[in-house]
């Protein structure tokens, strides 16, 4: 390219692929200024030097600048300043990196918990299976419970404790009922609330599920029948020898956060057995 001593703002935009109104905007916020303005037509031309400046603009605005933070970077004349405005756009882009993985895990946990609950309704899967669950790590919440399904899964008393000990959570509402007998007759007054930390916790504030084996069962439809699974469940262990412990769980596949139509709730309901 034939190097000139000025190029006007259309063979700007044209030799470094901008448009003449960003051209005009930077002259307005003093990022680029022409270097002359024809008094008579008000025409702004360019030299090469400036011209060069919009690699570097382009190349900032890759790496997450703002015009604002841009136009420091261009006045600063010592590596002192340069390596501040770094390791500051570097601080905010890592934060920006954690809160975006943050929300992808939360988005994809829920995608793959709807494909969960559509496989199991489209093949009718709710056969009691005996099964080893991981030990995983949960937030809790210890509350009263009075058969309200919606109240105790879209809970904001449990929302609040949450941003309480800023953190953040991920998959499924899981409630924990001290005894299945006592849930299964309606008479049960305990609950603890659990889900998946994303953040970091401090011990008290999280307790342990699994590193055992389970009778689990899908539910299929409203939660008001759910007790007919228990009963499904026990059943099922009387006649394969095994013994049901107190203490069960319900891990909500797809319910109130996810839909309306209670026929496509998916519950799965857990007991822990042991060889009778």
Known sequence: MEEKEYYSIGEVSKICNISKKALRFYD???IISPDK???????????????????????????????????ELFEGNTYGIIERQFR???D???????????????????????LEAQLVIENDVHEVAVKYIDATTYCFMDQAFEYNYRESIINIEWTNYLE???????????????SF?????????????????????KEEQVTKMGGYMVASCYHIGSLESIHETYQKICNWADSHGYICTEECY?????DYWTTRNEDQFVTEVMIQVTRG
């Open 28 to 30: 307005k916020i003093g």
């Open 37 to 71: 303005v024809c008094d008579d037509n008000n025409y702004r031309f360019y030299n090469r030097t400036t011209l060069l400046s919009l690699p570097v603009i382009k190349y900032y605005k890759q790496m997450g600048f703002k015009l604002e933070e841009m136009r």
């Open 88 to 90: 500051r756009k570097i």
């Open 92 to 114: 905010e882009l890592k934060e920006l990196e954690e809160n975006i993985h943050n929300s992808y895990t939360s988005v994809k946990d829920w995608y793959d918990l709807i």
């Open 164 to 178: 309480s000990i800023n953190n953040e959570i991920t998959g499924p509402v899981v409630l924990s009922f001290p």
């Open 181 to 201: 007998k006592e849930k299964m007759d309606g008479t049960c007054q305990k609950v603890r609330i659990m889900q998946e930390p994303i953040l970091e916790y």
């Open 250 to 254: 319900e891990r909500y596949v797809t």
